[in-house]
């Protein structure tokens, strides 16, 4: 039996290659609201960013999100982001050691 392709996407800021459950996803909906979906369901256009706090200031920095998402992001929405980029880390960390320890 083949083994299961897993999908690669890359980080917006640091422009590394990595699986797709390894990074943590930015949505613009189609009712134009910027948030961070930890499951990689919600329906939109979605960029991707390192569980990094270093990667979300390079992307915040340089308006790689803004390219991603095709889309104008601003300051305010950039400053929620962050407080809730930081809220999910810890979560979006257990949830990938908890990955690692399947394998």
């Known amino acids: ?8 996407r890359k980080c917006v800021a640091c422009q590394q290659m ?3 459950k390894e990074l943590i996803r930015v ?3 189609p009712d134009d609201q910027i948030l961070i979906d930890l499951t990689g369901k919600k329906s939109g256009r979605g960029a991707y960013l390192c569980g990094k706090q270093s990667c979300f200031k390079l ?10 998402l095709k889309h104008g992001v601003s ?4 400053d929620q982001l962050e407080r809730d980029f930081v809220k999910v880390e810890d979560e979006f ?3 990938k050691e908890a990955m690692d320890d399947d394998e």
């Open 75 to 78: 300051a305010e929405i950039y």
């Open 93 to 95: 960390l257990a949830a």
């Open 1 to 8: 039996m083949k083994p299961r392709k897993i999908p690669q």
């Open 59 to 68: 992307a915040k920095k340089s308006k790689a999100l803004d390219r991603a």
């Open 27 to 29: 949505v613009k909906t």
């Open 18 to 20: 990595m699986g797709k």
